[in-house]
Nanobody, 118 residues
Framework: VQLQASGGGLVQAGGSLKLSCVVS????????IGWFRQAPGKERVFLGF????????DVVDSVSGRFKIFRDNAKSTVFLQMDRMKPEDTAIYYC????????????WGQGTEVTVSS
């Protein structure tokens, strides 16, 4: 499986951005997908996930109420909708798949850069 995140860019504080994660491979529909971000000079952190069928989704408290994860399996794509963005949301955003090998989210794609201006 391959993952490719896109949709990053420059947005003003208070604005919105929707990131996409295209997952290619015949077994796309069997993977839980997670979103992560890495701010400049900081470690990569987990933001949330969505289960393989979309039945379960959750985001961490720090972005709850502003970020939402959903998927369109017909398009093999998982989305991260980000609203009311803040300068501290500036980071490189990554999506990852849980291959089911017991290692958590272990299949990674290239990130997409998001900059939020104040």
């Amino acid at each position: 499986v391959q993952l490719q995140a896109s949709g990053g860019g420059l947005v003003q504080a208070g604005g919105s951005l929707k990131l996409s994660c295209v997952v290619s491979g015949r077994t796309y529909g069997t993977y839980d997908i997670g979103w992560f971000r890495q701010a400049p000079g900081k470690e990569r952190v987990f933001l949330g996930f969505i289960s393989w069928n979309g039945g379960r989704t959750d985001v961490v408290d720090s972005v709850s109420g502003r970020f939402k994860i959903f998927r369109d399996n017909a398009k093999s794509t998982v989305f991260l909708q980000m609203d009311r963005m803040k300068p501290e949301d500036t980071a490189i955003y990554y999506c990852a798949a849980n291959s089911g090998a017991g290692k958590g989210f272990d299949l990674w794609g290239q990130g997409t850069e998001v900059t939020v201006s104040s």
